[in-house]
């Protein structure tokens, strides 16, 4: 059967820079950091100070105060992006097949402030006195399955978990889906709500996080001062569309899904293998499925999380890949605005990347002061750039080894 085309004709967005997806691209654009203080928490007893939070959110106001209260903060969080992303796609739902309409979310951790939550009272007061709403609230799923009640999407409804790569491989996978023919609607990214005491404590356990109390040296991707990842919370949702149906209905079209690679390294746990061979693989795995040449590529909106092995892996991978076209690629990493975003990652640069297409900017890396021979990248240091872009790759990598790409394609009509 021919492959069907796939286009992004919805977006929405929480994220530590903005409460909707014009308000965050704005910050992209300003080269904004949206790191700062940790405010959800007391940090006096903890090393880590920063975090990239989501901020000014009345959540009760838009979701309804009795629906929030059954909801973790990452569940909440992707119902609002996914609110903006499906009244931006314009899609009139009872026109719909709704079993041809489905959800593809991501959650790396799920409902990690809950856990917490529960088991401080389950401690003081009993075990059976936890919250009867507490084990749907923390699964992972938990996001997907609201979104397909909200909207009434009668058809796959799944959650990708696949840490730090899961946001990327739930928009793939729903590309996939629409591409082979199972489906002419998908709602699909990734949220994330981590900026928890427990979750934090574990990261800083394991030496992933940066330890920094300057929000503007705190994350530095490529930068060889770099010494770990800031945590950041929220949400992205994407409406991917077969290119027929958005047309026959006269949708905004955002940008097309053209590519997608998903693999492993099969490794280590946390670590990358070294000289990137994995990221690598999956690059060139996105760019087969799209039938492009790496020449192709004018932009990658790269992992790009902080951490020393990540950075030169991902760098490395990078080269081998693209060979000489390095010399002319652009490769930039939203994370130092962000933070990174754990399984709503890959989704919310999903976002970026669309819009550098769309409006011909490709967004810096912030925060950059000190070179790395080991990240011999045009990173696009300190400042975004003006640039016609017609191709762009993401890169998601996930703790366990997971690899993630996609290709996104300027939309032309």
């Known amino acids: 059967m021919e492959k069907r085309r796939v286009v992004i004709t919805g977006m929405g967005t929480v994220n530590p820079l903005g409460n909707t997806v014009s308000d965050s ?32 959110l009345d959540i009760d106001a ?22 903006e992303a499906m009244n931006a796609s314009g899609l009139a739902r009872e026109l719909e097949r709704p079993d041809r309409c489905g959800v593809i979310f991501s959650s790396g951790i799920g409902g990690f402030e809950t856990v917490g939550d529960a088991h401080q009272r389950g401690c003081s007061r009993g075990w059976d006195s936890v919250s009867p709403f507490m084990i749907p609230m923390i699964i992972s799923n938990m996001a997907a399955g609201h979104m397909a009640i909200r909207y009434g999407l009668r058809g796959m409804c799944s959650c990708v978990v696949t840490a730090c790569a899961g946001g990327t491989n739930a928009i793939g996978d729903a590309f996939r889906h629409i591409r082979d023919g199972y489906a002419e609607v998908m ?20 030496k992933a996080l940066c330890e920094s109390t300057d ?50 390294d099969a490794h280590h746990i946390t670590a990358p293998v070294p000289g990137g061979a994995g990221g690598a ?76 297409l769309e409006e011909g900017f490709v967004p810096a890396t912030i925060g950059y002061q000190v070179p790395d021979p ?15 872009i017609k191709i762009a ?5 996930g703790f366990g080894g997971h690899n993630a790409a996609i290709a996104l394609k300027k939309w032309e009509g």
């Open 25 to 56: 691209w704005a910050a992209v654009q300003a080269g904004t950091c949206g790191i700062g203080p940790i405010t959800r928490y007391d940090t006096s007893s903890m090393k880590v100070k920063l975090a990239g939070e989501v901020k000014d």
């Open 62 to 83: 838009l979701l309804g105060r009795r629906e929030a209260r059954k909801m973790d903060r990452f569940t909440q969080l992707a119902l609002i992006a996914a609110d």
């Open 187 to 206: 709602l699909c990214g990734g949220a994330e709500a981590a900026v928890v005491p427990l979750a934090m404590g574990g990261f800083t356990a394991m």
């Open 215 to 264: 929000p503007l040296r705190a994350s530095i991707p490529f930068d060889a001062e770099r010494s770990g990842f800031v945590m950041g919370e929220g949400a992205g949702a994407l409406v991917l569309e077969e290119y027929e149906h958005a047309r026959a209905r006269g949708a905004r079209i955002c940008a097309e899904v053209v590519g997608y690679g998903a693999n492993c």
């Open 281 to 356: 693989a999956c690059m060139a795995l996105a760019l087969a499925d799209a039938g492009l040449e790496p020449e192709a590529v004018d932009y990658i909106n790269a992992h790009g999380t902080s951490t020393p092995l990540n950075d030169a892996c991902e760098t490395a991978a990078i080269h081998t890949v693209f060979k000489d076209h390095v010399q002319r690629l652009m490769v930039s990493s939203t994370k130092s605005m962000t933070g990174h975003l754990l399984g709503a990652a890959g989704a919310v640069e999903a976002i970026f990347t669309a819009l550098a």
């Open 374 to 388: 080991a990240c011999d990248l045009d990173i696009v240091p300190n400042q975004g750039r003006r640039s016609e």
């Open 393 to 397: 790759l993401s890169n998601s990598l």
